[in-house]
């Protein structure tokens, strides 16, 4: 990695920010750095979507500050259960979408065209190109939106629950797929609540909870004081494979004699 | 043939004609993007609060309608972003206080200082009788407007029908995108309530665009559809409307919604054989997406 690639993107400085009067977030202090493989794990409401927003711009804080790369170019993934899949659009349509700035016609050039099917064909799905995106699988979708931040070549890449609602092999290609992202160089921050699935795979996490209660690797992390102050419940870490496996024994099964 | 030659050699018809096709087709287009994005309400809303606008230009300056109704409904669009983002009510009910008060507001000064005769009943329901060459232009204005709009801010406008946040993400001004989405919807509006009518507007802006997005999957095409079957129900409602005796705009929008109900009659037919089809050669538990 470059010296450029270690400066921080994204710097939140005791950020507290929310919705009306409603505070989500309070007391954020957060770095993010092209380096980053970052997993924001926490309860529904903890406010790892909100610290998403704060990261892409798209949410000001109310107190504290946000500093940004002057030449920060973003990408952001959405949630597959946000998303109108009857929306009249195909893949290729909904990749080109990333190309905004600086368009005159409305249709593609030859030039976005052949980029977007390169980047389709990385992502493997170059032959569904002109499917509707109702007919495509949930993994298939997800690499979809993957390619339409990949079209807009950014800096870091943040994905809202990028494995809710998939299966195991698809959770496994979509790591996979962000692992080699990130070894081209790529910031990548996403948020999960999958602990197990996803969180013990990356290699930086950071736990949520109305203010960060911790952050660090893995090893650093899965421990069950800061699993309790983040998720409000006992849970048991055990290690298997040399990887910490969280058990929820918030409510032992009932013993069977 | 004589059925439709007939009417043309009145001078009111051919204008009303033109007219009424040319603002079908023009929210059949607008249209698109007003269903896609769940805006069906403000359009309705919109139309009924210009109405207030009109009434009052009506009655002090009528020359100048199209220029007091228009600032009327964009106040109208203030007030209503102003009402939803400043309490705690959902925008559907801020357009629920804003444009019916605004709609109340026209009744109230028709009935006290105008009459509740033609005029009246023509701006609730639309008419083809004293179409001015003035309102012509204005409409053919409003259409090159349009479209100059859809065309050069094509993708923008995708974007933040489709996916509006990762739109802002990726460094779309949303806002300025639906403040101008909004400023064509209003012209649109305004310059086709004549013919049209307060009350159906919404309806022409609904209909074509629902029937194409019943026909294709493909963004570009709906908006051709839409712009197509938009134009043809301005087109043969006027007809009827002429031999029906009956206001335009009722015309207009009963043949849209026969439109409507034939196209949904078509397409639950082919994906209901379709899905029978494929249950002959799939397994039990195989279903079709719709």
């Known amino acids: ?257 | 043939m004589d059925v439709l030659l007939e009417p043309l050699s009145f001078a009111f018809f051919q204008k009303g004609l033109l007219v009424a096709t040319l603002s079908g087709a023009l929210l059949g287009f607008i249209g698109v993007y007003i269903v896609l994005r769940g805006m069906s309400y403000i359009g309705h809303g919109l139309s009924h609060a210009i109405f207030g606008g009109y009434a009052a230009m009506q009655l002090f300056a009528a020359q100048l309608y199209v220029l007091g109704a228009g600032l009327w409904g964009i106040a109208s669009a203030i007030a209503i972003t102003a009402v939803a983002r400043r309490s705690r009510l959902g925008a559907d009910a801020a357009i629920g206080v804003v444009t019916t008060a605004s709609f109340a507001l026209g009744v109230a000064l028709f009935s006290k200082f105008g009459s509740s005769g033609p005029a009246f009943d023509n701006a609730l329901f639309g008419s083809i009788l004293g179409i001015t060459n003035t309102q012509i232009v204005w409409l053919i204005a409003v259409m090159v407007f349009a479209g100059a709009v859809v065309f050069f801010r094509y993708r923008e406008l995708l974007f933040t029908t489709f996916d509006p946040d990762v739109a802002r993400a990726s460094g779309v001004h949303v806002a300025r995108i639906e403040g101008l989405l909004m400023v064509v919807l209003s012209l649109s509006i305004l310059v086709t309530l004549t013919v049209i009518g307060v009350t159906l507007v919404a309806a022409m802006l609904v209909i074509p665009a629902v029937v194409a997005r019943m026909l294709t999957d493909s963004f570009g095409r709906m908006l051709a559809i839409s712009t197509v079957v938009g134009s043809a129900c301005g087109l043969v409602g006027m007809y009827l409307s002429y031999y029906a005796g009956v206001p335009s705009g009722t015309m207009i929008v009963l043949v849209g919604a026969a439109v409507f109900l034939v196209v949904l009659g078509i397409t639950t037919l082919r994906r209901h054989s379709h899905r029978i089809i494929v249950d002959d050669h799939a397994p039990a538990r195989a279903t079709v997406k719709a």
């Not at chain 1, 980053?36 to 000001?60: E, H, I, N, Y």
């Not at chain 1, 493997?124 to 939106?145: N, P, T, V, Y």
């Not at chain 1, 195991?168 to 996979?176: A, P």
């Not at chain 1, 849970?235 to 058990?247: A, F, T, Y």
Request: net charge negative; hydrophobic share 45%; glycine share 8%.
């Open chain 1, 1 to 257: 990695m470059t010296n450029a690639a270690a400066e921080p993107l994204v710097t939140l400085d005791d950020v507290s920010a929310g919705y009306q009067d409603v505070l989500v977030l309070h007391d954020v202090n957060l770095t993010v750095r092209q380096t980053d493989f970052t997993g924001v794990v926490g309860p529904s409401g903890a406010g790892k979507t909100t610290l998403l927003r704060l990261l892409l711009g798209m949410l000001d804080p109310v107190a504290g500050s946000r500093i940004t790369r002057p030449d920060l170019r973003v990408a952001y993934v959405p949630q597959l259960e946000t998303v109108d899949w009857n929306f009249p659009v195909t893949v290729m349509e909904c990749v080109l979408m990333a190309r905004t700035e600086h368009r005159v016609w409305p249709w593609p050039s030859r030039a976005e065209r052949r980029d977007a099917l390169s980047v389709l064909d990385r992502l493997g799905i170059k032959d569904l190109a002109e499917r509707h995106i109702r007919e495509l699988s949930g993994g298939q979708q997800q690499r979809m939106f993957l390619a339409r931040a990949l079209l807009r070549e950014p800096h870091l890449l943040l994905l809202d629950e990028p494995t809710s609602g998939v299966d195991v092999n698809t959770r496994h290609d979509v790591l996979h797929l962000l692992g080699d992202l990130h070894q081209d160089g790529m910031g990548i921050v996403l948020t999960t609540h999958d602990l197990n699935g996803m969180a013990a795979h990356l290699p930086h996490l950071v736990c949520v909870n109305g203010h960060v209660v911790a952050e660090g690797s893995p090893r650093e992390v899965i421990v069950p004081s800061v699993l309790e102050e983040t998720f409000g419940a006992r849970l048991e870490v055990l290690e298997h494979l040399g990887m910490p496996v969280v058990v929820d024994s918030a409510h032992p099964l009932r013993s069977a004699g």
